[in-house]
């Protein structure tokens, strides 16, 4: 029986003899390849974080001490020692053991976060909490990475953590000099000397062996060695820490496990806010991860476990390679479109353009706050800046969007990439919001392209707006065939046309393939059908609305939660015209949304064609009685 066979919980880790981790190590890291090269997942962040993990459990006995990670990503190893090793055969599949944290799953996962930069202020929040309940024999342990520290938010927690002495806390700073790519901007400069600069280090052994060659050698060197301030600070860039409050343990070698153990043994015994920098590296053990310069493996699909190539890549492009194009050429075409993204240059697709255009790309690190207000001073000085983020993380950039952007009424084009469901990481990564959240924003133009073409005119048309923010949604799904529209009105893309048409089949994105079919299942049951793509969904076209009249039933599709979609605003805006056609609305409902594949959650949410034609059937079944019960009634009066 194997190391890992004998781990079903932190008890089992703590009855080996520290001679064993190394091989229960290894014999981890080669359990993460098999597994997450079937399932996909984020395989390199938790390859660097085996030793460092199992030492946290050692020193910490969780739950009792809870055990923080922020951008819980790398938690896999956590979820390893603390009994769900047998789970990760469902790793990120419905019904299955989450990618993240999950409080439903264990009583050692306290904060279910795949936003990163939150985690210190939970963990001040806990310790604070556990302090004042005088359970003082609590420590909290929060493992937060040098790119999460690029986030405003962990430096507003930091500002309330140093000011309290017995605050029973440990910050483990997980430094592998990446976020998802490397990791940007002063504060990894900072850690790179710290990381990088061997005078210290140097220093204390050629102290150490000539004090201690003499009388109280070895007295005089302890004390130097302990002192708050002194050695260490003469000679490596630690008082950044240090100036703020908090006692500062390393650089130490995060692949160490002596090291680690000790060090967050000394840590813990503070019983005050400590911080332990340790040095990792992504996608350790792993020796084609660690040659992936690009990310180290970061988030990986299905890979061969020796090679780590792709099983299954496909050649089609993908709306991310697609902006990226359109990027470029934008670029050449426009010299005063300059571009921004949080930490995240290629996964957005920014790539080519970083290449080409190296002196009007803007990587801020893990701060979307910044990248928008910073757009709006960009676009202040008269050039044109597109943020290109994930559509979850638009979320705490809204202020800013609304604040910055939309009240100064600047030309700021945001980018939305993984708009709609996505699935496997559950929750957290669906950009099912965005539209709801930006369509608060007055002024804002909003787009949703169907294909390549319409992304091409959208991002074309929004380069020119400069007196209001635009939005343009896409998703992680591969681009789909051209969808050409057979007429165009007013700005409305129709896809479909029948004289006889009874239905409005209002959607948007990718949305459109789907109508379609609604439109050809119901048009099997004798419902005729309009299907009209808006292409700019926000504002409302009057257009629109007017088109609303010309049919029985309007039906709205859309992958956003219906709570300020496409369909609520035009209700509000039918209703505002006096328009009384009943409506259908149908979207991801207001809730959040449990891990899975696309379509098995569209389908859970009734959200297919099948379904869709469906419900549409039963209404205007429904309607046709009302409307013959009507006649009826009037007729024998």
Not at 439 to 450: E, N
Request: charged share 20%; aromatic share 6%; glycine share 10%.
């Amino acid at each position: 029986m194997s190391l890992l066979q004998t781990i079903n919980e932190p008890d089992d880790l703590r009855k080996l003899g520290r001679k064993q981790l190394p091989e229960l190590a290894a014999e981890i890291r080669q359990f993460l390849i098999a597994q997450v090269s079937r399932t996909g997942g984020h395989l390199g962040p938790n390859l660097g974080v085996v030793e460092l993990t199992i030492a946290l459990h050692r020193v910490f006995d969780s739950p009792h001490d809870p055990i923080i990670f922020d951008t819980g990503h790398q938690s896999y190893v956590h979820k390893i020692l603390t009994g769900r090793r047998d789970d990760f055969v469902s790793l990120r599949q419905t019904n299955g053991l989450s990618g993240y944290p999950s409080r439903a799953e264990s009583e050692h996962d306290w904060m279910e976060n795949s936003h990163a930069s939150t985690g210190l202020s939970w963990a001040e929040g806990m310790a604070r909490g556990f302090k004042l309940r005088g359970e003082h024999e609590r420590t909290v342990a929060v493992v937060v990475g040098d790119g999460a520290l690029t986030g405003g938010m962990a430096w507003e927690a930091l500002n309330n953590i140093a000011v309290d002495d017995d605050l029973p806390l440990v910050i483990v700073v997980n430094d592998n000099g990446r976020s998802y790519s490397p990791t940007v901007g002063g504060l990894s400069r900072h850690l790179s000397a710290i990381r990088a600069d061997p005078r210290y280090e140097q220093a204390l052994d050629a102290v150490k062996n000539t004090m201690q060659r003499g009388p109280l050698g070895r007295q005089t060197y302890d004390l130097l060695h302990g002192m708050k301030s002194g050695l260490k600070d003469v000679l490596a860039p630690q008082v950044l820490f240090s100036d703020l409050g908090l006692k500062y343990l390393g650089p130490i070698d995060g692949h160490n496990i002596n090291v680690l153990i000790d060090t967050l043994k000394q840590a813990k015994g503070f019983r005050g806010p400590v911080l332990v920098h340790a040095v990792t590296q992504k996608g350790r053990g792993f020796r084609a991860a660690e040659q992936h310069e690009k990310d180290h493996f970061h988030a990986v699909g299905c890979i061969n476990a020796t090679t780590g190539e792709p099983i299954g890549a496909s050649d089609e492009v993908t709306w991310t390679q697609a902006f990226g194009q359109e990027m470029v050429e934008i670029g050449a075409e426009h010299p005063e479109v300059v571009a921004l993204t949080a930490a995240m240059l290629h996964p957005v697709g920014l790539g080519r353009f970083a290449a080409a255009h190296p002196d009007r790309i803007f990587d801020v690190g893990i701060a979307e706050q910044h990248a928008v207000a910073s757009a709006a001073g960009l676009a202040s000085a008269g050039l044109h800046p597109v943020v290109a983020i994930y559509s979850t993380f638009l979320n705490r950039a809204f202020d800013q969007l609304l604040m910055d952007v939309g009240l100064h009424h600047l030309g700021v084009t945001v980018v939305l990439d993984r708009a709609g469901v996505t699935g496997p990481d559950g929750a957290s990564h669906n950009g099912v919001w965005d539209v709801s959240i930006a369509g608060l924003v007055p002024g804002l133009m909003l787009a949703s392209p169907r294909d390549r073409a319409r992304l091409r005119d959208a991002m074309r048309l929004a380069i020119t707006v400069d007196d209001a923010p635009t939005l343009i949604r896409y998703s992680k799904e591969k681009l789909p065939h051209p969808l050409p529209a057979v007429s165009s009105r007013d700005g409305l893309d129709m896809l479909s046309m029948d004289p006889d048409a009874r239905v409005l089949v209002v959607a948007w994105g990718a949305m459109c393939g789907p109508a379609l079919q609604v439109a050809e299942l119901l048009r099997a049951q004798g419902i005729a059908a309009t299907v009209v793509d808006p292409v700019w969904g926000l504002p409302i076209n009057a257009a629109l609305v007017e088109l609303a009249t010309q049919h029985q039933l309007v039906v709205t599709m859309e992958d956003n939660i219906v709570v300020g979609g496409l369909g609520s605003r035009l209700e509000l805006a039918m209703d505002a015209a006096g328009v009384e056609v009943p409506m259908r609305q149908f979207g991801v409902p207001h809730r959040f949304l449990d891990a899975g594949s696309r379509s098995e959650i569209l389908a859970a949410i009734g959200l297919t064609p099948q379904s869709v034609a469906r419900q549409v059937t039963e209404t205007v079944s429904h309607l046709d009685a009302s409307s013959a019960e009507q006649f009826n009634h009037q007729r024998s009066h």
